[in-house]
Each structure stands twice: as C-alpha cells, then as structure tokens.
C-alpha cells in the first residue's frame, strides 16, 4: 500500500519461454508475441527480461484488472455485513480489506491471475496459425493460449515470483530475528505465503513454546536425586506429559478459531475441511431459507445419486486402507524387524554402518512405491474436494514412516527389553537424525540452484563462438528465482507441497518424545531447542533458497491433527508398557500393586484424553460472540430486504 491507500503494482507472476530466434516478415504469428499482447489486452503490466537461455515474462496486474477477474471468478469474500458474497468489482467497498489494506489476499490474487492467464482463448471462429522459431502450429477456436503454448513446449513454466520488498522485510523480522525465540510474525506470513503455509508456523510456534515446560521438567528430573520417592518419578513425569500434551491440542484449536476470524477466513462446519450437505457447502453465514429452497429442488432421484456416490466413494476408502495396512504388515513389517534384529546381534560398528545404508536405501525406495500406489487407490474415492484427497494420502503415506521410524524403537523397548540400547537409538535419533535432517533440508535446494546455474553457464558458453573471454553473471532476478527448486514433498510431486515434509518431520518427532517419554525424558529438551532453529531454518528456505510457493487455502492443520491425537492414544499405550519393563526387570508380569497401579495409570490418562478435552472449548468465546453478531446482522438485512420487497408488491396490487 501507498501513501494514498493504492496497492502498489508488483511484478507477481513470472512465465518462462524460451529465446527467440524470429524471422520478421511472416504473415503468421509468433507465438510470444501473440502472448504479450494477450496479456496487454486483459489489463495485465508486462516486462520482459532476457535471460541466458530462456527470457522471462514478468507480469504485474493493476487494482481494477484483480476486481474483473475476481467478478468473472464469482469469487465469495467476507462483507462488512457478515456474509461471505461473491465479488462485485463495483461494490468492492463493501467488503472487508486485509489487515494491510489490501483488498485481496495472496491466494485470492493468485486466483486471479490464474483466471487472467488460462482465460485467454482463441474467440474467433477459425483456427489461428502461430509460429516459433521456425515451428508452425494451431491454435483452435475456445482454446486457451497458454495451455496450448504448455504443450507446444513453448511457455515452459508459470511460478510466483517473490516481492523484494516484503522477502527482505520478512528475513529481517523472521529469519533472521533470533531474539525472542518463538516470536514470529505470523499476520506477515499468512499476507505473504497464504494460509496454509502461515498455519505450519503458527503451530511450530506454538508447539515449540510449549515445549519449554517438559523441557525444563525433564532437565530438573536429570539433575535431582528424589532418594526413595525416585520410582514414583516417572510415573508422574508421564501423567503430566500425557495431560500437557491434551491441554496443547485444545488451546491449539482455539488460536486456529482465533487466525481464522482474525485473517477474516470462513470456516466451514464439520468434522473435517469441508463438509457438504447434497454437494453443496455449508458455512455459518449460509442463510437458512437459501439453504431450505435449495434442499426443495434437490429431488429424490437425485438424492439416490448422491447416496449411491457416497457410499461407493467409503467402500473404496475403506478397500484402499485394507489395501496399505495389509501390505506395511505383510511386506514393511518383516523387513523392520529383520533389522532390528540384526542391529542388535552384530558386534562391529562397521557392519552395523553398512547394514544402515542398505536398510536407508531399501525402505526409501520401498516408501516412494508405497506413495506411488497410494496415489492411484485414491483415484477410485471419488473424492472432490482438494484437501480431502490430500489427507487421504498424508494417512497412508504416514503409515509407512510410521512404520519405518518406530518398529525398531518397539523392538528394543517391547520385544528385546533393552532399555540401554533403546536409550541410545533415541538419542542417536534425536540428535543426530535431527542435525542431519536439517542440514540436508537446507543444503540441498543449494546445491540443486548451484548445479542449474552452472548447468546455464556452461551452455551458454558452448552456444557462444570462439573462446569465451570473461564471466558470466546472471543479469536479473526473475532468472535466479526461476533456476531455484520449488517447495515440493521429497517423497513425489504427487503430494500437493512441501508442507508434508515439515509436518511428517513434525509428526515423527512428537510421537518419538511422546511414545517414549519414560525411557528418555530429556528428549523434551533436545526437541525444543531443535524446533527453536527449525523455525528459523525453515523460514530462510522459503526465504532465499527456494521459489515462492503457490499459495493454498486451508482452514486447519488438516489430517496432521488426527494424526497428532493418534499418536497421544499410543504413547499412553507404550509408555505403560515401558514402565511395565521398568518395575518388572525379571518379567514375571505377576500383578502386583506396581503393575495394578500402572493399569489405573493407563485409565485415567485415557479418560484424561477423551474427558478432558471437552474441559476446554474449542472455540474461543470472542469468536463465537463475533460469528453471532455477524449472523445477526445478516438476519437483520435479510428481513429488511424482505419486508422491502412485500411493501413493493403490496404497492404495485394497489
């Protein structure tokens, strides 16, 4: 925003193509050209900056051209009124602004400039012919020229760019702020990355500052002697991991309510996402005679189709999920505890190393075949809605980590009942896993950027005649971002971005320092300072070392959440069992008051994880207090509105 309240023109999208070699005088049209126009004509700001091998599209869309396509794409926005509408460009007054003043978030731009690019067709009646370099091909009547272009080989590739004002802004107050620990500047993320990615931090944030609390508990049980209160340290030490853990959940899914209304997002009503009546969405603001003519027109033929989807699209999730539980148990399973096994009886370190490499190469290999046949099972779910699809494949996919992280910590802890061994693959784990995790997480996209700015050196070098005299810089910005890897998942661009990483890396964590909290509680303490750098870590790759991610729509955590609450069910499971091997050393399992008292234990956590939860309401009361008024004041128009229409009627019968 200006001094005047205009949002300033940025330079957001960038289109690749490559360099032309164009003969002048054809009567045909080249096909960059063509595009440049186009993009002219829909009122798009448009740079072009050569590159070494490609040249770059820079493209910039003005407040008036977002509107019509924000109009054109029925796009619904939160009004001063309460209700979410579609946009009008000429009553943009009447909806509510960011909480920087822009009238559009990132994500809704993004929309827009999506419907300005695919929306360009050839409207005449007769196929166009466009040529490049010497190519001729055709471009069909209602065909988009992008996508034909895609085809073609021509646009090679459409990706955010980065706003330099703001990217060094947010280094400066995120990245690279190490004062204050947790403190983020999350408002700025979500304006700046869109919701979802703002919703990662926000938990990261959250998550790491309450990990503080068992952190210093765990480093007081390490350096006190309790004397003969010391066997009822534990226990304890687990009862109040296992509450802070159900306490954390709760007073999560209250900030979420509170970013949602305070980012002006609407939630949806449900147990998931998205929750849909006969296909059609219901939101708090849904006004309930809309709702009740529209159910009137659904009629019973059409009722029995919706029936016969839903209940087709459950057996197949439910045949899909038999299918992956059966093959991590038939296939993962033995392969897991074969290497525990050999971990455990081979001697020399040497082969205990090697015996590692070839375990890690297997089971990645093994994983990425298992995300491959995951992703064609949910094709047969008929699943329409995104993020639904999306969570589908986090589950069965995190079966097989699941499986591939914690089988051989069970084998040591359950099976063998080698409490010292078990303590050092945890700390093997914790510590050096995660040193390694993070410096490959961070080096990588590194290298890959230095590798393709060699790659462009060199063939630029070879393309020139005679000697090269000289270095070769890249001149523009726009050809750095373009050569720097994208935010995807490590495991396949199947997965929508690189988010599963984080949360999977998360997920694994947690349930690492949860499930085995009575054998190593120092873990707390190792976590919270590995998540006070990945907060700063992860921000600088999507600051400086990766492109600027597409910008997602999301209104929780998503399937990361049930995961999270899984994994606190087991760990009251396991660490039961661990104190089992602690007070049973001679594995009698007689019941004697130690194991009785175990099993109350595990009862009164589990009612601790079901009862407790409905202590703290999930939705704060100002929240709810605000979403109220705002039906109200929907409910108020409504009927003034109505009571409009039947005085004009009465007048017009008159």
Request: proline share 4%; with cysteine.
């Amino acid at each position: 925003m200006n001094g005047h309240g205009e949002e300033e023109l940025v330079f957001e999208i960038g289109v690749v193509v490559p360099k032309r070699a164009a003969i002048k005088g054809d009567e045909h049209y080249d096909a960059v050209d063509l595009l440049v126009d186009e993009f002219k004509k829909t009122g798009l700001v448009v740079e072009i900056v050569p590159g070494l091998a490609e040249e770059f599209i820079k493209l910039a869309a003005p407040l008036e051209t977002l509107k019509k396509a924000a109009a054109k794409l029925q796009l619904k926005k939160p009004t001063h009124i309460g209700l979410d509408l579609p946009f009008e460009w000429d009553q943009s007054e009447a909806f509510v602004r960011q909480n920087d003043g822009s009238l559009f978030s990132w994500c809704e731009r993004h929309r827009c400039y999506q419907c300005l690019l695919r929306g360009i067709e050839n409207k005449s009646k007769s196929a166009m012919v466009l040529k490049f370099d010497g190519k001729e091909f055709f471009w069909e009547p209602w065909e988009s020229l992008l996508q034909r272009l895609e085809s073609e080989g021509i646009v090679k590739l459409v990706f955010p760019l980065h706003d330099e004002i703001k990217r060094k802004q947010l280094l400066r107050s995120w990245a690279l702020k190490w004062w204050g620990f947790t403190k983020q500047p999350i408002d700025d993320v979500y304006l700046y990355f869109g919701t979802k990615i703002a919703m990662y931090f926000a938990f990261l944030e959250m998550y790491t500052r309450w990990l503080f609390f068992p952190a210093a508990l765990s480093i007081l049980l390490q350096l006190v002697d309790f004397g003969s209160l010391q066997f009822l340290v534990l226990p304890l030490f687990f009862v109040i991991v296992i509450s802070w853990a159900v306490f954390f959940f709760q007073f999560w899914k209250r900030k979420n309510f509170a970013l949602l209304t305070r980012w002006k997002i609407s939630y949806t009503i449900g147990t998931g996402p998205g929750f849909k009546i006969l296909g059609m969405e219901w939101a708090p603001q849904k006004h309930p005679i809309e709702l009740s003519n529209k159910l009137e027109s659904v009629n019973i033929k059409e009722k029995r189709v919706y029936q016969r989807d839903e209940w087709y699209g459950r057996i197949m999730r439910f045949r899909n999920d038999a299918i992956i539980i059966l093959s991590i148990i038939c296939l993962q399973l033995p392969l897991e505890l074969a290497y525990a096994h050999l971990y455990e009886i081979i001697v020399s370190g040497v082969m205990k190393f090697g015996l590692t490499a070839i375990y890690v190469l297997v089971i990645q290999f093994f994983t990425k075949i298992g995300g491959k046949i995951s992703v064609n099972l949910i094709k047969d779910e008929k699943i329409e809605n995104t993020e639904y699809r999306a969570d589908s494949l986090i589950y069965k996919v995190f079966g097989l980590y699941f499986m591939q992280t914690y089988i051989g910590v069970f084998y040591h802890a359950l099976l063998h009942r080698n409490i010292k061994t078990l303590r050092q693959v945890l700390i093997q784990r914790l510590i050096v896993s995660e040193v390694f995790d993070n410096v490959l997480e961070n080096s990588l996209p590194y290298l890959k950027y230095s590798y393709k700015k060699h790659k462009a050196v060199r063939n630029k070098k070879k393309c020139e005649k005679g000697p090269w005299k000289g270095k070769i810089q890249f001149a523009s910005r726009v050809e750095k971002e373009y050569l720097k890897p994208g935010y995807s998942a490590s495991i396949g661009d199947e997965l929508e971005d690189g988010l599963f990483d984080d949360f999977l890396e998360l997920a694994l964590q947690f349930g690492l320092i949860m499930m085995f909290a009575c054998a190593f509680p120092l873990a707390f303490a190792f976590t919270a300072v590995n998540n006070v750098m990945e907060i700063r870590t992860d921000a600088l790759k999507l600051l400086a070392m990766l492109k600027r991610p597409v910008p997602r729509a999301a209104a929780t955590i998503g399937a990361w959440l049930n995961i999270f609450q899984f994994l606190i069910v087991l760990s009251i499971c396991t660490n039961c069992a661990l104190l089992v091997c602690f007070y049973d050393a001679e594995g009698n399992w007689k019941i004697e008051p130690g194991l009785a008292a175990i099993l109350v234990i595990e009862h009164v956590l589990l009612l601790i994880k079901f009862g407790f939860s409905r202590l703290v309401p999930e939705e704060p009361a100002w929240v709810r207090a605000n979403r109220l008024k705002n039906v109200t004041h929907a409910q108020d128009v409504y009927s003034k509105q109505l009571l409009r229409s039947i005085s004009e009627n009465g007048k017009k019968i008159e």
